[in-house]
């Protein structure tokens, strides 16, 4: 069923028309003025926390050149936050609107009614590829097809799920009778097919293949001149954390420091892979993880001087390393700790491909591209909301966290929600250890507004039921 947003639907059907037989850079400069649109690469790791990249200060010594690189050479951001978990974080990700709004799960995905970062450029004339790790299309994706073509991608190679079904046929409960896990790859118009089995030999395989498949992908649309948004979306260092066999035992640091090396080396091919094409000075490159380290053990994650893991919203499991480039565009060299929040990016690229953001649904991200391009010293947002289930878990505003149900998942990933409520001042308590609650009273009514403004929205705009089916249509509009 057609997507239901006609603003989408319409810029769709004329670009379609404009852009026949491939986008020409002088075609393109109507949109974005004198330049054409940029090119796009996301390079998208999962469960990586500060404490493993060597610009947020490695705490296994292990270099990462390639990805401090993209830092030095646009923006390093210090407070960039995430959803607290793998699927809601990429629904985030891909859709400007917190997880929440979407009713998706793990376990059923996300609605095709939902409406993509890929969407939204392949409307304006963008080529698009997934490479790597997809985990929004549920556990049923085959039957229900919710594969990344349905949402927007021309092509995908990877994995539908989560890394750690690689383990699925080396447990001694595997009955080889059963279907084992695999990666896949599909093209849009085409039934996705099986690549090869998921285990734990492809497992250490998978990132630089999934790099590979980007580079052939972005060679290919920069011969043919037409702009494109490649997401690289990285398996390391998601548990089983296998390093690729060049690197295993390389670094002295384990598995972890391995896969960190590996991780840099693969960041690095896609790097050159841009310069090697000549759009190096059009591309905007991000690198960024879906979250923080996990906390088990033995490929136990470091999230340098935060407290908690992934799975909880302390700030080692929702603040994530994040670095920008766009040369020319993006000053070099500039950090900040300005709020920025995954949910951010599709009206950024919007706005930096000349695309329109779909206007018949709340959209929770705000554009950050006058922020980067050092054309205002601050955020286009001072506060974000983290949410577990349909639950506001914590409001972080400038410097102040407040949590109403404070958990702490440090050490264990787990925790018992529901505790009292506390508030920590980030810069001055960056462990979230000492509850100041009590000498700021007028904390609550500011994070209490924060919270009714948000619900506010529901009321126009409510949320998509927990495992709502396609086709979805909202109430109001013919459905519910």
Same mark, same amino acid.
């Given at each position: 069923?057609?997507?239901?947003?006609?603003?989408?639907?319409?810029?769709?059907?004329? *670009?379609? @028309?404009?852009?026949? +037989?491939?986008?020409?850079?002088?075609?393109?400069?109507?949109?974005?003025?004198?330049?054409?649109?940029?090119?796009?690469?996301?390079?998208?790791?999962?469960?990586?926390?500060?404490?493993?990249? =060597?610009?947020?200060?490695?705490?296994?010594? @292990?270099?990462?050149?390639?990805?401090?690189?993209?830092?030095?050479?646009?923006?390093?951001?210090?407070?960039? !936050?995430?959803?607290?978990?793998?699927?809601?974080?990429?629904?985030?990700?891909?859709?400007?609107?917190?997880?929440?709004?979407? =009713? #998706?799960?793990? %376990?059923?995905?996300?609605?095709?009614? $939902?409406?993509?970062?890929?969407?939204?450029?392949?409307?304006? =004339?963008?080529?698009?590829?997934?490479?790597?790790?997809?985990?929004?299309? +549920?556990?049923?994706?085959?039957?229900?097809?919710?594969?990344?073509?349905?949402? +927007?991608?021309?092509?995908?190679? #990877? &994995?539908? #799920?989560?890394? /750690?079904?690689?383990?699925?046929?080396?447990?001694?409960?595997?009955?080889?009778?059963?279907?084992?896990?695999?990666?896949?790859?599909?093209?849009? %118009? $085409?039934?996705?097919?099986?690549?090869? *089995?998921?285990?734990?030999?492809?497992?250490?395989?998978?990132?630089?293949?999934?790099?590979?498949?980007? &580079? %052939?992908?972005? $060679?290919?649309?920069?011969?043919?001149?037409?702009?494109?948004?490649?997401?690289?979306?990285?398996?390391?260092? /998601?548990?089983?954390?296998?390093?690729?066999?060049?690197?295993?035992?390389?670094?002295?640091?384990?598995?972890?420091?391995?896969?960190?090396?590996?991780?840099? /080396?693969?960041?690095?091919?896609?790097?050159?892979?841009?310069?090697?094409?000549?759009?190096?000075? !059009?591309?905007?490159?991000?690198?960024?993880?879906?979250?923080?380290?996990?906390?088990?053990?033995?490929?136990? =994650?470091?999230?340098?001087?935060?407290?908690?893991?992934?799975?909880?919203?302390?700030?080692?499991?929702?603040?994530?390393?994040?670095?920008?480039?766009?040369?020319?565009?993006?000053?070099?060299?500039?950090?900040?700790?300005?709020?920025?929040?995954?949910?951010?990016?599709?009206?950024?690229?919007?706005?930096?491909?000349?695309?329109? *953001?779909?206007?018949?649904?709340?959209?929770?991200?705000?554009?950050?591209?006058?922020?980067?391009?050092?054309?205002?010293?601050?955020?286009?947002? $001072?506060?974000?909301l983290f949410h577990t289930g349909n639950?506001?878990?914590?409001?972080?505003?400038?410097?102040?966290?407040?949590?109403?149900?404070?958990? !702490?998942?440090?050490?264990?990933?787990?925790?018992?929600?529901?505790?009292?409520?506390?508030?920590?001042?980030?810069r001055t308590d960056p462990r979230e250890?000492?509850? *100041?609650?009590?000498?700021?009273?007028?904390?609550?009514?500011?994070?209490?507004?924060?919270?009714?403004?948000?619900?506010?929205?529901?009321?126009?705009?409510?949320?998509?039921?927990? !495992?709502?089916?396609?086709?979805?249509?909202?109430? #109001?509009? %013919?459905?519910?």
């Open positions: 069923m057609p997507k239901r947003f006609s603003t989408l639907a319409v810029v769709a059907c004329v *670009v379609a @028309v404009a852009l026949a +037989g491939g986008v020409a850079a002088q075609q393109q400069a109507a949109v974005t003025g004198t330049q054409p649109r940029p090119n796009i690469v996301l390079m998208f790791p999962d469960n990586l926390g500060w404490g493993e990249v =060597g610009a947020y200060g490695s705490v296994r010594g @292990v270099p990462t050149p390639r990805i401090d690189q993209i830092g030095t050479e646009g923006i390093r951001l210090t407070n960039f !936050n995430t959803e607290y978990s793998c699927t809601v974080s990429r629904i985030a990700m891909l859709t400007g609107r917190y997880a929440v709004r979407s =009713g #998706g799960s793990q %376990g059923s995905g996300m609605t095709l009614w $939902e409406v993509t970062i890929a969407e939204t450029l392949k409307a304006v =004339g963008y080529a698009t590829g997934l490479f790597g790790k997809y985990h929004v299309g +549920g556990d049923n994706w085959v039957e229900t097809k919710r594969d990344p073509m349905a949402q +927007g991608f021309d092509e995908w190679w #990877g &994995i539908p #799920g989560t890394s /750690h079904t690689a383990q699925f046929t080396s447990l001694p409960t595997w009955n080889p009778a059963d279907e084992p896990p695999y990666i896949w790859e599909g093209r849009a %118009g $085409e039934a996705p097919k099986q690549v090869k *089995v998921y285990d734990l030999e492809s497992r250490r395989t998978i990132d630089r293949e999934s790099a590979e498949r980007g &580079i %052939g992908f972005i $060679e290919r649309n920069a011969k043919a001149k037409r702009p494109f948004f490649a997401l690289i979306a990285f398996t390391h260092l /998601h548990f089983p954390t296998l390093p690729h066999p060049d690197f295993a035992g390389k670094t002295g640091a384990g598995d972890m420091g391995d896969a960190m090396a590996d991780l840099d /080396h693969s960041t690095g091919l896609v790097l050159d892979a841009i310069k090697r094409a000549g759009i190096d000075g !059009n591309t905007i490159v991000l690198w960024c993880t879906d979250g923080g380290g996990e906390a088990r053990r033995p490929w136990r =994650g470091s999230n340098g001087p935060w407290s908690g893991f992934y799975n909880g919203v302390l700030e080692g499991g929702i603040r994530a390393p994040c670095m920008v480039r766009w040369p020319g565009r993006i000053p070099a060299g500039r950090v900040s700790n300005e709020i920025v929040h995954e949910i951010d990016f599709l009206p950024t690229f919007a706005a930096a491909a000349g695309a329109a *953001v779909p206007t018949d649904r709340a959209i929770d991200g705000v554009n950050q591209l006058p922020f980067l391009e050092g054309k205002q010293p601050r955020s286009n947002r $001072e506060s974000v639950t506001v878990r914590a409001v972080k505003w400038r410097d102040w966290k407040f949590h109403y149900q404070y958990q !702490n998942n440090e050490g264990t990933g787990g925790g018992t929600p529901g505790t009292p409520m506390r508030l920590f001042n980030l250890d000492t509850d *100041v609650k009590d000498f700021n009273p007028w904390a609550k009514s500011l994070m209490d507004k924060l919270v009714a403004d948000f619900q506010a929205t529901t009321q126009r705009y409510p949320h998509v039921p927990p !495992n709502a089916r396609d086709p979805y249509v909202p109430p #109001g509009k %013919g459905g519910g």
